[in-house]
């Protein structure tokens, strides 16, 4: 089976990694961009990165804010004509609530640019399902409830949610297309006895993939690693069992639960995937990636309220290296393995490339 989860994609796009270093005049084209297109959401899950305190991510967002409609089929005419590969809506709050959503991917559909979303999946449904079915390119439903009564204690929705998101995710699945459904299950101390009694309920939808990962309760690698040690030995014991008897052909099963620490130290000083993967938040603030959106601070690379995405994107270069991973990111990252890999593939000696 061709793996969805590489960390290696990017090196498919060499003239990209070329022209990233700070001395390289060019700018090109992000390859992905995540839009977030609102920051309302219909659920309160008690970890969500951009409304619990104990961690950076949303320290600057503002509820209300969503994109209008005209700067968002303006954004979407610049992607298309940057040649941009793929776009992915995500949170702030939850894409399938924004009210111009519908008139967003049905423009996508006529494009050559790939389109996805993460969703809490109350809202995959009707002609917006319809389109994401048919042109879309992955769905992934994020959960952590295993029940009616534990979704509800964890999101504070109505009792039948569950249930609700269950169901729409067969009949996404029924509507056939080519779009992947997946779900990300994240991870804590309260559900991880129910590892496997989920992936054999979300199999069952018919959906593709589980993915399983870390809840992130703080900033510092070590106060996460802490959390989780008490239960780590038996989660992975669970996911093993997952892995064993439930993944196939049709069903992927990846394996994203594990300590954390690696994802927060850096030792370098320029981020190479704020050119490849930056953020536009529902603020038109432009960040650095989803681990820093909504903080002003050291996460805000620029913004596009007074001018074009395509007009910011290629104008000074030096907006790319103001944030130093080593002294602004000591938070989670998710680039941080890949970053790692770009500035060592950029650092090699070419006098000496041929000694492979």
Request: charged residues 30%; contains cysteine.
């Amino acid at each position: 089976m061709a793996s969805k989860y590489s960390k290696f994609k990017v090196f498919h796009f060499q003239e990209k990694l070329d022209s990233l270093p700070k001395d390289v005049e060019e700018i090109s084209s992000p390859i992905h961009i995540r839009i977030k297109p609102t920051n309302v959401c219909n659920h309160s899950c008690w970890y969500c990165s951009y409304r619990f305190d104990e961690v950076q991510l949303g320290q600057d967002m503002v509820v209300r804010d969503f994109i209008p409609k005209d700067r968002m089929m303006e954004i979407l005419d610049d992607c298309i004509e940057m040649d941009v590969k793929s776009i992915t809506f995500s949170g702030g709050g939850e894409p399938f609530v924004y009210k111009y959503f519908l008139d967003t991917v049905k423009k996508l559909s006529k494009s050559n640019i790939k389109f996805a979303s993460l969703t809490n999946g109350s809202k995959l449904k009707g002609e917006v399902a319809e389109i994401f079915s048919k042109y879309g390119e992955w769905i992934r439903v994020s959960m952590d409830g295993w029940d009616d009564l534990s979704y509800k204690k964890y999101r504070k929705t109505k009792k039948t949610e569950f249930t609700n998101i269950l169901n729409n995710m067969k009949e996404f699945k029924s509507l056939g297309g080519k779009c992947a459904l997946g779900v990300s299950f994240i991870i804590d101390n309260k559900n991880f006895n129910h590892i496997y009694e989920m992936a054999k309920k979300i199999k069952a939808t018919g959906a593709d993939s589980i993915k399983m990962s870390p809840c992130i309760v703080s900033n510092l690698g070590k106060e996460n690693n802490e959390y989780h040690a008490p239960i780590y030995d038996e989660v992975k014991k669970q996911i093993k069992k997952v892995k064993t008897e439930l993944e196939d052909e049709s069903f992927e099963v990846y394996d994203t639960y594990h300590l954390l620490e690696e994802k927060f130290e850096k030792d370098y000083d320029w981020c190479p995937y704020i050119q490849i993967l930056p953020i536009i938040g529902a603020d038109l603030n432009i960040y650095s990636c989803q681990d820093k959106a909504y903080n002003l601070d050291n996460g805000l690379v620029g913004n596009i309220k007074e001018k074009s995405f395509k007009e910011f994107w290629f104008n000074d270069k030096e907006k790319f290296f103001k944030i130093n991973p080593k002294c602004d990111c000591s938070h989670h990252c998710i680039a941080n393995e890949k970053n790692k890999m770009i500035l060592d593939y950029l650092n090699v000696d070419l006098d000496h490339l041929g000694f492979v």
